[in-house]
Nanobody, 125 residues
């Protein structure tokens, strides 16, 4: 059974940094994309970024501020968030697909089959 567990959320002032972690268990994830999404109150879940075979893709809203990395030996993905803004406040989720994805599908939440429970990130102004 595949499980994803996020950690590292919290409260930070605008301009600050946080690092989120997502630990996967139950399946080898090395060749699969792993994505980060977020959902703010009253809004739809939106794409943040994804890592696939060493290449990363980011939403325009976080490009240059957020960095995704992976430690395949630990089956763990990280999201380093710098220069945080109040509009980054959301519950952050990591996600894993059950199949290999092509690039056009990476940004779609419905491409991913497994989701973590989410971790709250709150950025105060």
């Amino acid at each position: 059974q595949v499980q994803l567990a996020e950690s590292g959320g919290g409260l930070v002032q605008a301009g600050g940094s946080l690092r989120l972690s997502c630990a996967a268990s139950g399946r080898t994830v090395n060749n699969y994309a792993m994505g980060w999404f977020r959902q703010a109150p009253g809004k739809e879940r939106e794409f943040v970024g994804t890592w696939i075979t060493g290449t990363t893709y980011y939403a325009d809203s976080v490009k240059g501020r957020f960095t995704i990395s992976r430690d395949n030996a630990k089956s763990t993905m990280y999201l380093q968030m710098n220069s945080l803004k109040p509009e980054d406040t959301a519950v952050y989720y990591c996600a894993l697909p059950s199949r290999l994805l092509v690039v056009p599908l990476l940004r779609r939440a419905d491409s991913y089959d497994y989701w973590g429970q989410g971790t709250q990130v709150t950025v105060s102004s």
